[in-house]
C-alpha cells in the first residue's frame, strides 16, 4: 500500500500532512510513502528529511496520484475549494483520500468524490471517544490556535500583560475574557495565564468550570438555563436565536470592563453564534482588542471580518483564518500524528506482511463509520448526506 503526501495548494496554507518522524511507524506496518517535492519545505521539512527516513521523494503531484493507494492531505478539496479543485481531475476510482474536508458545511465536493469513486475520510469527524483522542486533529489545531490567539491579542493590546512593579509605579494586570472553554479556549486561558493577565473565562457548559478554575482563571457563571448543553460528540451544543439573546444582554457587563475578549465558539458545520455585539464593543474601552477564533464560521463578533483586522471606536478586532498554519513546524507534527495514527488503524495489523498492508473498511467499527464519508461510490456518512439534502441535492 502506498501512501501520498502531496503539497498543500490552499492559499495560505503552510502545513504538510506527514512529517519525516512519523513515517517510521508506517513503513514497519508495510505502507511505502511517497511525497511529492517540496510538499514539506513551507514548514521546515525538506525532501532529504524524507528520504532519510525512508519515504520516496515525486517529481510531481500528477506522479503521486496517479501512484499512491491513499492520499493524506490537510485540506482535501472541500476545504480547499478552488485550488483543490483540480485535484478532482487526478483522482482515481479505489483510491482514498484522508484529511480535513469540511463536510457537513460544505458537502457538494464528497458528492463529486463519491462520483469518481474516492473513499474519503474527514479529520473533523474524528468522534470525540478515548480511543479517538491521538487521532483528534481538530484538538490537535485548536490548541495551536488557542495558543496563537493570546500572542496576537497581546501584539495588539496598548497594555502589557503582566502587572509589573517598577520605579514607575506599578502596573496593573491586562484583564481577558475566553468565551468557551473547549481546547482552543483552555488553551487561550493557559497562555494568558502564563503571560500574567487576570483570566476569566464562560462557557455554556458548566461542567468545565473545574477546568477553568485549576488553569488559575475566574469561572463567568449567568443565569442561563443550559440544560444538556454538550452533544454526543463532546461539543457544545447550537441553541435557539432566544437563548443566545438572553446571553448577549448578561454579557455586556462583562465584555465592558475586559481588555481583551477572545473568543472560540463554534458548531461543527453550522454558522458561529454570535456572542459579541456590536452594542458590546461600544461599550468597551478604546485600546480593547478582540480576538474572534470563530472568523471562518462566520464569527461570534459581530463586527468581525473574517481574515482582516478592523477597528471600531477604538476597539481593534481581529479575524484570522487559519492560525495552525501560523505556526506550520509545529503544527504539522501534531497533524502527522494524528493522521498516522488512524491509518496505522484502518490498516489491521494482521493484514500486513508477505502480501503488503491493506486498508480495511469495518463499519462496525466506530472511529471507521463516524470518519467515513464516501465509499463504494456514495456517500455514507448520515450528517452529510442530510447536509446535502439541505443543499437541495440527492446524495449519491
Known amino acids: 500500500m502506498i501512501v501520498g503526501v502531496v503539497k498543500e495548494t490552499c492559499p495560505g496554507e503552510n502545513r504538510v500532512a506527514l512529517v519525516p518522524a512519523a513515517l517510521a511507524p ?46 493524506v492531505q490537510v ?31 460544505q458537502p457538494e465536493p464528497a458528492q463529486q468524490l463519491a462520483a469518481r469513486g474516492v473513499t474519503l475520510f ?6 470525540r471517544i478515548t ?16 495558543y496563537k490567539a493570546v500572542l496576537l491579542a497581546a501584539g495588539a493590546l496598548p497594555k502589557m500583560f503582566p502587572m509589573l512593579m517598577t520605579a514607575a509605579g506599578t502596573i496593573p494586570p491586562a484583564k481577558v475574557l475566553v468565551l468557551g472553554a473547549g481546547v482552543a479556549g483552555l488553551q487561550a486561558i493557559a497562555t494568558a495565564r502564563r503571560l500574567g493577565a487576570m483570566v476569566e473565562a464562560y462557557d455554556v457548559r458548566s461542567d468545565v468550570k473545574e477546568q477553568v478554575m485549576s488553569l488559575g482563571a475566574k469561572f463567568l457563571d ?19 436565536e432566544a437563548f443566545y439573546r438572553r446571553q448577549r444582554e448578561l454579557m455586556l457587563k462583562a465584555v465592558a470592563v475586559n481588555d481583551v475578549v477572545i473568543t472560540t465558539a463554534a458548531v461543527p458545520g453550522r454558522k458561529a453564534p454570535i456572542l459579541v455585539t456590536t452594542e458590546m464593543v461600544d461599550a468597551m474601552q478604546p485600546g480593547s482588542v478582540i480576538v474572534d477564533l470563530a472568523a471562518e464560521r462566520g464569527g461570534n463578533c459581530e463586527l468581525t471580518k473574517p481574515g482582516h483586522t ?23 507534527q501534531m497533524y502527522a500524528r494524528n493522521i498516522s495514527t488512524l491509518l496505522l488503524y484502518l ?5 500486513a506482511g ?22 463504494d461510490g456514495k456517500v455514507v456518512h448520515p450528517k452529510v448526506r442530510g447536509a446535502l439534502e439541505t443543499h437541495g441535492e440527492r446524495p449519491a
Not at 311 to 317: N, P, R, S
Open 75 to 105: 485540506r482535501s478539496l472541500g476545504a480547499n475549494l478552488e485550488a483543490g479543485i483540480t485535484d478532482l481531475g487526478l483522482v482515481r476510482q479505489g483510491q482514498t483520500l484522508i484529511g480535513f474536508c469540511d463536510p457537513l458545511a
Open 26 to 71: 508506517l513503513l514497519k506496518a508495510s505502507l511505502t510513502c511517497l511525497v511529492q517535492s517540496n510538499a514539506g519545505v513551507a514548514a521546515g521539512y525538506p525532501d532529504a528529511a524524507y528520504e532519510q527516513k525512508g519515504a520516496r521523494i515525486a517529481a510531481s503531484r500528477e506522479e503521486v496520484f496517479a501512484t499512491a493507494d491513499c492520499i
Open 131 to 146: 480511543k479517538a483522542q491521538s487521532m483528534d486533529a481538530l484538538s490537535s489545531m485548536a490548541t495551536i490556535a488557542g
Open 354 to 375: 508477505a502480501k503488503g498492508a491493506k486498508l480495511t473498511i469495518d463499519m462496525d467499527d466506530e472511529i471507521t463509520r463516524e470518519t467515513l464519508v464516501t465509499h
Open 122 to 127: 474527514s479529520m473533523e469527524l474524528i468522534p
Open 310 to 332: 478592523i477597528a471600531h471606536k477604538g476597539v481593534t478586532i481581529l479575524g484570522p483564518d487559519n492560525l495552525p498554519s501560523t505556526v506550520p513546524h509545529d503544527a504539522s
Open 347 to 351: 490498516v489491521k495489523a494482521s493484514v
Open 222 to 240: 449567568l443565569p442561563l438555563e443550559t440544560g444538556a448543553a454538550q452533544d454526543a460528540g463532546g461539543y457544545a451544543k447550537a441553541f435557539d
